[in-house]
């Protein structure tokens, strides 16, 4: 069972490049989600999608864009990295957007911005 | 603000204690409680919900219990064993619904044999 895979694991950046982190489920879930994790701090939530179509800012989206037009994909996308940037990328999908639903990671991807 | 609290300091045991970590939040009365275990290079797994309306919850050898009293969450291991050497999170839904949660940071469990 693949579950949440997120692509690439790793990736180094040079400030003010653009990329795409690529996030996939195969659970049929509603419910997406983009956080980032940094050290000494909880998953910080960037964007989140209810659906396909619909998505809506978390508690750090800038500097972060993302879409929605399939229910399985959810890619999110630098528009021009930053150091500050440089953290550990986790998507997330739950059933439903239900407050009581357990979320499924994907293993993360690394990104460095020098 | 919301604030959740875990100890950031590594948790050492020994091999077949009863592990212990602690969630505490603040300015908030959650419905329920999660609980997720993070290993190195992984992404976080979910391992407990609890209910407020749930005083304690079990699941082979962990045990959640949830004192909305106190605004805190203990995290049980029985028996531990070194497998069970990860980081566990605790997370909180966010007011504003649409499933949001919001993370603890995470204790470190080292299980020593």
């Known amino acids: 069972n693949a579950g949440v895979t997120q692509t690439p694991k790793f990736q180094v950046l040079k400030t003010g490049q653009s990329m795409t982190l690529q996030c996939a489920q195969d659970m049929n879930h509603e419910y997406m989600s983009w956080y980032r994790q940094d050290p000494g701090m909880g998953l910080r939530l960037i964007h989140y999608s209810v659906g396909a179509g619909i998505t809506d800012q978390g508690e750090v989206p800038n500097g972060y864009n993302v879409s929605r037009s399939t229910t399985e994909d959810f890619p999110l996308r630098l528009l021009s990295a930053a150091p500050s940037q440089t953290s550990v990328y986790f998507c997330a999908s739950s059933n439903k957007w239900g407050a009581n639903q357990p979320q499924h990671f994907g293993d993360g991807t690394r990104l460095s911005i020098l | 603000s919301q604030k959740i609290e875990q100890n950031s300091e590594a948790l050492n045991i020994q091999e077949g204690k009863t592990a212990t970590l602690t969630c505490n939040y603040t300015n908030y009365s959650p419905a329920y409680l999660q609980w997720y275990r993070q290993d190195p290079g992984r992404g976080p797994v979910f391992l407990l919900l609890?209910?407020?309306?749930?005083k304690e919850k079990r699941k082979e050898r962990l045990k959640v219990t949830f004192d909305t009293t106190l605004k805190q969450s203990l995290f049980h291991i029985t028996a531990s064993q070194p497998a069970d050497s990860a980081t566990y999170l605790c997370a909180l839904p966010r007011s504003g619904g649409y499933n949001k949660l919001i993370f603890g940071a995470g204790t470190r469990l080292a299980v020593h044999p």
């Open positions: 609890i209910r407020e309306n749930e």
